[in-house]
């Protein structure tokens, strides 16, 4: 009676090795499974993230050269008040003789 209650203890302890060993054999693949889940959910979002901070990028670049180019028109601006006082001066001139012209023929 003794050797079948020891067999039955045995193969108790047996089972719950083997058990054991099956729980601890399967636990990287069970947390590589959950790593690959993780990725299967979060890789579209991340995907799309990209993709939003590409234009985003594109939009920046695109407002960065308008407004070099703006700062360049400006620069050229004031780069050329020397002919904008030039052709007032050239201007007044004209009205002076104009005005000097219409004079004369006043008289006339």
Not at 73 to 94: C, G, P, Q, R
Request: charged share 25%; aromatic share 8%.
């Amino acid at each position: 009676m003794e050797e079948p209650e020891m067999q039955l203890k045995v193969k108790k302890v047996t089972d719950k090795f083997t058990e054991s060993m099956y729980v601890l054999a399967n636990e990287p693949s069970v947390a590589l499974y959950r790593l690959q889940e993780h990725v299967r959910r979060s890789l579209p979002e991340l995907a799309q993230h990209k993709s939003d901070m590409q234009s985003w990028e594109e939009q920046s670049q695109g407002a960065i050269y308008t407004v070099e180019y703006a700062c360049s028109a400006i620069k050229n601006m004031t780069d050329s008040s020397v002919y904008f006082k030039s052709i007032d001066s050239l201007l007044k001139h004209a009205i002076a003789m104009k005005e000097q012209l219409n004079a004369a023929q006043g008289r006339r």
